[in-house]
């Protein structure tokens, strides 16, 4: 499907002139222009929120369950876009064509839930200590949501944060990495298909997207009228905009940078241990917050878990580096000479400092020398030096040996990221001392540490920002919390804590 069809199929026009000021938007896989998108400036900006305020004072009065409406009809209009959206993913991002297709699959899923959790937004019932009272816990929508979202997800991230602050009530302003902002105004025109056939109660500006970098990012951090910030990205982003947003005492909700790790003890099934790992360090060309960076492997069994990754990824050198376009394919481009200046960095600082690496050069593909693509890089080290707790976020896979569970443990607490985790043993005792001591949000068990699925609360600790979103109970970051107690009596009311104040 070229790109021009793409752009017709889902609704984008007006991109492929050349305009002054605007962002130029290149795909990865050939290092090729493909649309100008006019950036917002602070005044267009300015009327955007203006408009998200206005559509939530309408949207709040519509009852949740007629908002669960809305999300299942965009999810129908998901179904219906599935193909063009999912390679306008591969095209803009570079990851291959099944990945983009699961991240399209990732917003029909969370908009699945969000329609029967429009049904289910509970409060509680409280006991009250004073006779004749009751005590409720209700949850109210918030206001207008903003989100700021990476290039790695460029849809899906934002899906989960927005079809929950709808049927939460709430409008949504949206500003996507510059790196993929077309993904972005696909996602609009789908929406407001759904939006229409919903009918007039869902208002104009429920949907909102700003064009643009930082600047623009922090227009909206910046601005007290938007009571929650959902960012995600680097922790240098979230270092900037945690305290930006906590310094006008508005919410944030960050997921940021991880660097996971996978343990592999002498315990575990090592064929199902390789083919987890090659999965969460070489998929999307390592470029997810959740793919595997570093492995620990007990001593017993390191040079045959090595000697095995080598084999795995020696294959996927070989022929599985390509246009992610094509069936096949495994391991797409980086997003551009930036990210592979990055990881060709660290490759040499870890050799610098005793790391032994394998693989990780360029390889051009077809005639694309705008194009980066590299081979995923395996490195034998013996410790964890400075670069291997940094997040690199490319493909770069650093495997080290240890001796007993506790030292593996610490090994993995020891970065300052707290994303995702896991163990491969055979042994209960063992997966579940894991799971009590692992300090990252997830920690998985036989399973790597990517490609979580929608029903969970996903996010990290520490410098991975403390966040929550998708499943469980992530609502709740998208509603405030009232606490209402009502007196039905007809004498003088009591007060609390026995407290006399008799005149
Ligand atoms: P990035 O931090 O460069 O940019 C992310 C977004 O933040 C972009 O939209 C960018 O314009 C915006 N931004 C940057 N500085 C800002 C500022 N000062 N004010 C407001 N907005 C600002 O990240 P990236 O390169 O697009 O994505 C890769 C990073 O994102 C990695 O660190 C990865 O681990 C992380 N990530 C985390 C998750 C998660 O759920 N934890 C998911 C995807 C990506």
């Given at each position: 499907m070229k790109i021009e069809k793409i752009f017709k199929k889902l609704g984008?026009?007006?991109?492929?002139t050349k305009k002054s000021g605007a962002l130029e938007i290149s795909s990865p896989i050939d290092g090729n222009i493909i649309a100008y998108v006019k950036k917002d400036s602070k005044a267009s900006a300015e009327n955007k929120i203006k408009k998200s305020e206005k559509a939530f004072l309408s949207w709040r009065d519509v009852p949740a369950p007629r908002r669960g409406e809305l999300i299942r009809i965009f999810g129908e209009e998901l179904r219906k876009n599935k193909e063009p959206l999912a390679r306008l993913v591969t095209i803009e991002c570079g990851k291959i064509l099944e990945e983009g297709r699961g991240e399209v699959q990732e917003m029909i899923d969370i908009c699945d839930f969000a329609v029967g959790l429009s049904r289910q937004l509970y409060g509680l019932t409280i006991a009250s200590e004073r006779p004749e009272h009751t005590m409720q816990e209700n949850w109210l929508p918030l206001g207008t949501v903003g989100v700021i979202s990476a290039f790695n997800f460029p849809v899906a991230v934002w899906a989960w944060n927005f079809v929950l602050a709808v049927i939460c009530g709430d409008s949504v302003i949206w500003k996507p990495s510059e790196k993929t902002p077309l993904c972005a105004l696909a996602c609009v025109n789908i929406f407001k298909k759904a939006a229409k056939a919903f009918g007039k109660s869902a208002p104009d500006g429920l949907c909102e997207v700003v064009v643009g970098g930082p600047d623009i990012g922090e227009k909206i951090v910046n601005d007290?009228?938007?009571?929650l910030i959902s960012a995600t990205g680097s922790c240098h982003m979230g270092n900037i905009v945690g305290p930006k947003v906590a310094s006008r005492f508005g919410r944030s909700l960050l997921e940021l940078g991880g660097n996971n790790a996978i343990i592999v003890s002498n315990k575990a099934d090592i064929d199902l241990a390789v083919q987890s790992i090659l999965f969460g360090a070489v998929g999307t060309a390592g470029q997810r917050c959740t793919s595997t960076r570093r492995v620990f492997v007990h001593n017993d069994i390191y040079e045959e878990v090595f000697e095995k990754l080598k084999e795995s990824y020696q294959k996927i050198v070989k022929?599985?580096?390509?246009?992610?376009?094509?069936?096949?394919?495994l391991v797409g481009p980086l997003i551009d000479k930036r990210a592979f200046d990055d990881m060709q960095s660290s490759l040499k600082d870890a050799t610098e400092h005793g790391g032994v690496v394998f693989f990780g050069q360029r390889v051009i593909i077809g005639?694309?020398?705008?194009a980066y693509y590299a081979q995923p890089a395996l490195v034998k080290i013996k410790k964890q030096t400075k670069i291997v707790c940094q997040e690199t976020f490319a493909p770069i896979l650093y495997v080290m040996p240890y001796h007993t569970l506790d030292e593996a443990i610490k090994y993995n607490n020891e970065v300052m990221q707290g994303l995702s985790s896991a163990i491969f043993t055979t042994d209960v005792r063992e997966a579940e001392y894991f799971k009590k001591y692992s300090d990252c949000g997830i920690a998985n068990v036989n399973i790597?540490?990517?490609?979580?699925?929608?029903g969970g609360a996903f996010g990290g600790e520490k410098e991975t920002g403390g966040g929550r979103e998708s499943?469980?109970?992530?609502?709740?970051?998208?509603m405030r919390r009232q606490t209402s107690t009502t007196y039905f009596g007809a004498e003088k009311p009591a007060l609390a804590q026995g407290i006399k104040f008799d005149t």
């Open positions: 984008i026009t007006g991109v492929k007290s009228r938007i009571p022929t599985k580096i390509g246009n992610p376009l094509s069936d096949g394919t005639r694309n020398e705008n790597g540490t990517s490609g979580a699925e929608i499943g469980s109970d992530s609502w709740k970051n998208y």
